[in-house]
């Protein structure tokens, strides 16, 4: 009961540590301004990391190498910790050895997560409080993801169904991701 429980505990902290990673190297893409307050609570939750890290590996022009980078090596320890745990000793040699790619498997699932809760938040707070101070910052993030997809859909009016799709993408690609991991 206890591994159980410390296993939920660890899976929260890291699912929401990566993701937080995985946001901060989505903004820089994005070339949203960091001085975002919500930005901020992202960039001060992670630069204790990846600022030290940062002085070894740089960014480039447009990608935020060191946190995709540390989002990775995050998943990797995430693993190893949950596999750890379990008493057979078997599943933590197999574990170490695909623990890289166990851990890009998680990593990008973890990043599938993000887009699906943030297209779930943008929609409804698109129905409730369209002016939103959040608004902005989600739909500079989610735009360059909905936009090929409002080409592709017939005009409906008033109606988006754009996020619609882009939930069904992830979650077909989460179901890929899924029989990738244990195929």
């Not at 899976?11 to 903004?27: I, K, N």
């Not at 980078?69 to 050895?97: D, E, K």
């Amino acid at each position: 009961m206890i591994n159980s429980i410390f296993s939920f505990l660890l899976g929260t902290f890291f699912s929401l540590f990566v993701s937080a990673l995985l946001v901060r190297a989505w903004v820089f893409w994005s070339r949203i301004h960091p001085f975002n307050p919500y930005i901020m609570i992202i960039y001060k939750a992670t630069d204790w990391l990846v600022q030290p890290v940062r002085k070894i590996i740089p960014t480039s022009n447009k990608i935020d190498w060191t946190s995709l980078l540390l989002a990775w090596v995050c998943s990797m320890l995430h693993i190893f910790l949950v596999f750890s745990l379990t008493p057979s000793n078997i599943y933590i040699q197999t574990s170490l050895a695909t623990l890289p790619m166990v851990g890009l498997f998680m990593t990008i699932k973890w990043g599938l997560t993000l887009v699906l809760w943030l297209c779930i938040l943008q929609a409804i707070l698109s129905w409730v409080s369209p002016a939103s101070p959040i608004m902005p910052l989600l739909r500079a993030l989610l735009d360059p993801m909905l936009n090929p997809i409002r080409r592709f859909l017939p005009s409906t009016g008033a109606f988006d169904f754009s996020p619609l799709v882009l939930i069904l993408i992830t979650q077909v690609l989460q179901i890929v991701l899924q029989h990738l991991m244990f195929g």
